[in-house]
């Protein structure tokens, strides 16, 4: 559904380079009571990019933002943006702006008063500020609560406001951080696709922090995966959904099954792989990779289907079948007592064939395999 | 109506058997003086404690008496000078100690700030005394600034709580936001800090007021000859006959007391 996004080139629109973070290390605390929250981190975010760094609590994906906007400042490496370095720049002095998690609102301001506070702080002029406070308001669909106080309206309208906010200055990159986990289910969805309307619409580029895979799958260009303050992997959501090249990625991302392989042959970028049931397939390798010996794959539970035993690249006993109305999860155990999950989408008048306690094969797609770099 | 039938079955305080008699009784000891006084203050005769009718008399008295005229300006100008420097202080020392990382030794200066709520009056009544008195002697400079001195420094811990209390319960990314939004450290303390923190200045400005006004031991063992403010001219007073004059003057100072706080509740609810 999201193909057609998440495909676009992430640099289609225009060929320059936003933000470069070089060899980052951010250092908390001092001596044996010292955190290590970013831990040698280089990428490249490009201009006019819906990038995000996925993560869970503690990854670090926080502390990368707050270093690009200047709230912290790296212990060693730098930042830049357009080429200028801009690591131990003020906050006030760098064309960045942020959409806060608890939005950080001023409630001794109206709405109007909070959009047009930046334009304000440049200088520009009060006919100017006007303008585009206006402008926004337009743009997030805020205007009859111009002159609300902040604390009048709702938490979805908050997040409009903040996000007017942060747009008015016209900066160079808007950094948000989780700012959709305070909403609803339903107005979490809504304001995804207005995310993505007004990354579209501002030609901004954006740099969104979130823990969940959901968001950043459906949203992003590029999706940074982080754990334990280092970067694991950069790619498009297809990518990284697709083509996982570490455990921890995998794992984060989607439901997985692993499995142990002996690598027969390997070259160009595929393997050949003898699994645990002595049949080989073809699986794709992380770039740079020439294993041999044992490694682990990774296949994902839609990309296999149960058949007959012995049909099937693997044998395995059903243990229990969980109906989720579109989709069926058949969990098998397999001859190696590796478990391993099955997703068939259900059609209507299909009738039960596997039953629990049977010993089925599970036929995997062609190229569905990849090989993990640990 | 039956009373009994509205009685809840969980344990209330409110129907618990003497609370309403206990209420009543300390409204009484806390409200009955000073009811007293006022009325007395309206009182024809020249007693404090016989009624003899009603008059302005006595207000009218307080208002001629040229040393009641000259302590209400002394009071009013010490507790206007001793309020501001030390709320400007206290802001300062709020400021200084909310929006900076917490280090070892930071609750010891919150103590040496609050010292004068800690350390028995009279001690630095007398430690003043003797230490102004150097000063004195040493220098020959004379006047008000003494008094002032004092009373700025026991004020300070009375703007200070109030106002740390405020910028304690600010979120610090709205000043976070603030920079990130191109204000200055400067334009961010003008344009968001000090409004939000207006009305903990308010009321610290206001309770350091109504307390330097209010003083009477640090002020009797400073104040110079012919140096007397309204509390130290009522204690004088005390010696001599006392007339409902004293009844008088405590009654506007109480009516001024209120009105400062009526006006800090207006205050802080529209700012809230």
């Not at chain 1, 080139?9 to 060929?15: E, L």
Request: proline share 5%.
């Amino acid at each position: 559904m999201q193909d057609n996004v998440n495909d676009a080139p992430a640099n289609a629109h225009a060929p320059g380079v936003d933000i470069i973070a070089q060899n980052v290390v951010k250092i908390f605390g001092e001596g044996a009571g010292q955190v290590r929250a970013l831990d040698d981190v280089s990428v490249t975010i490009h201009e006019n990019e819906f990038f995000t760094l996925l993560g869970p609590s503690g990854c670090g994906k926080t502390t990368l933002l707050r270093l690009i906007a200047g709230f912290d400042h790296p212990t060693s490496g730098t930042i830049r943006l357009e080429g200028q370095d801009i690591s131990h720049l003020p906050p006030y002095k760098r064309p960045v702006n942020t959409v806060f998690q608890n939005y950080a609102l001023f409630p001794h301001m109206t709405v109007a008063q909070n959009i047009g506070f930046g334009l304000e702080m440049l200088g520009r002029s009060n006919s100017d500020v006007a303008d585009v406070v206006d402008k926004m308001l337009a743009l997030v669909r805020m205007g009859e609560l111009r002159d609300r106080r902040t604390d009048q309206i709702s938490g979805g309208q908050q997040q409009r406001v903040a996000l007017a906010r942060a747009l008015a200055p016209r900066p160079k990159v808007l950094l948000l951080d989780e700012p959709l986990s305070a909403l609803d289910y339903k107005l979490r969805k809504d304001m995804q696709i207005e995310l993505k309307r007004l990354q579209h619409e501002t030609g901004i580029t954006f740099i969104f922090v979130t823990h969940d895979q959901e968001e950043a799958l459906t949203m992003s260009d590029r999706i940074a995966v982080m754990s334990r303050g280092q970067i694991l992997q950069i790619g498009s959501p297809r990518q990284i959904y697709d083509h996982p090249a570490e455990r921890f990625v995998a794992d984060f991302i989607g439901d997985t099954n692993f499995l142990i392989a002996d690598v027969t042959s390997s070259a160009g970028g595929k393997a050949r792989l003898l699994l645990s049931s002595g049949r080989e397939v073809n699986a794709d390798l992380p770039e740079g990779m020439t294993p041999s010996g044992r490694v682990t794959a990774v296949v994902r539970p839609e990309h296999a289907t149960l058949v007959t035993p012995g049909e099937g690249e693997l044998d395995g006993m059903l243990e229990n079948v969980v109906y989720l109305g579109t989709d069926t999860h058949y969990h098998l155990k397999l001859s190696d007592n590796a478990p391993f999950v099955v997703r068939s989408q259900n059609q209507r008048n299909e009738d039960e064939v596997f039953a629990v306690g049977e010993t089925v094969g599970i036929a995997l797609e062609s190229d569905s395999l990849q090989v993990l770099r640990d | 109506m039956n009373i009994l039938s509205m009685k809840p079955k969980t344990f209330s305080l409110r129907y618990q058997p003497g609370f309403t008699i206990i209420a009543l009784a300390c409204f009484f000891m806390l409200y009955a003086p000073i009811v007293t006084l006022v009325i007395y203050s309206f009182n024809a005769g020249k007693y404090i404690s016989i009624w003899e009718g009603f008059s302005l008399q006595w207000y009218v008295s307080a208002w001629n008496n040229e040393i009641v005229q000259d302590a209400t300006i002394r009071s009013l100008v010490l507790a206007l000078q001793a309020s501001l420097y030390s709320t400007v202080l206290a802001t300062m020392a709020a400021l200084g100690t909310t929006r900076i990382r917490p280090f070892r030794g930071l609750t010891a200066i919150y103590a040496m700030i609050n010292q004068p709520l800690m350390v028995p009056e009279i001690v630095t009544a007398v430690a003043l005394l003797i230490l102004f008195a150097m000063i004195k002697v040493a220098t020959g400079v004379q006047g008000l600034f003494y008094l002032v001195a004092a009373h700025t420094a026991f004020c300070i811990p009375f703007a200070y709580l109030p106002i740390r209390a405020r910028l304690e319960g600010m979120d610090l990314t709205l000043e976070t936001a603030a920079a990130d939004l191109y204000a200055t450290p400067w334009m961010t303390f003008r344009r968001v800090t000090l409004p939000l923190m207006w009305p903990g200045i308010i009321a610290g400005a206001m309770l350091a007021f109504v307390i330097s006004l209010d003083d009477i031991v640090i002020t009797e063992f400073v104040k110079s000859a012919g140096q007397e403010t309204l509390p130290t001219y009522m204690l004088g007073q005390l010696r001599r006959i006392i007339t409902p004059e004293i009844n008088a003057i405590s009654t506007v100072l109480l009516a001024i007391s209120l009105l400062v706080v009526s006006f800090f509740f207006v205050v802080s609810h529209k700012r809230d």
